[in-house]
């Protein structure tokens, strides 16, 4: 019912932005809450930025004060806008909808890499 597509990953520098988008389809976007997620070989997929249909935000500390998650609603859109970015964030970065955290969709991700 939800389809998820992941845009704007690529390489960038040490200390480099990026901004990845996340176009969703299906009914009711607005209600929904976003996540972004990622995961380099070997680790397990953490989560680092989500913003609940209210717009209230999260991220854990890794990311805390250099990525910001936004959402607009008219566009069926998120967005993850990554500041500094550090050899770390490499890995494939995922978009997560869900609804009152059940009915959970996944985007096919796409590849981050931060390197000199």
């Known amino acids: 019912q939800v389809q998820l597509v992941e845009s704007g990953g690529g390489l960038v520098q040490p200390g480099g932005s990026l901004r990845l988008s996340c176009a969703s389809s299906g009914g009711g976007f607005y209600l929904r809450n976003m996540a972004w997620y990622r995961q380099a070989p070997g680790n397990q997929r953490e989560f680092i930025a989500g913003?609940?249909?209210?717009?209230?935000?999260n991220y854990p500390d890794s990311v805390k004060g250099r990525f910001t998650t936004s959402r607009d609603n008219a566009k069926n859109t998120v967005y993850l806008q990554m500041n500094s970015l550090k050899p770390e964030d490499t890995g494939v970065y995922y978009c997560?909808?869900?609804?009152?955290?059940?009915?959970?969709?996944w985007g096919q991700g796409t590849q981050v890499t931060v390197s000199s």
């Open positions: 997560r909808s869900d609804y009152l955290g059940s009915d959970i969709y």
């Open positions: 913003i609940s249909s209210v717009n209230v935000e």
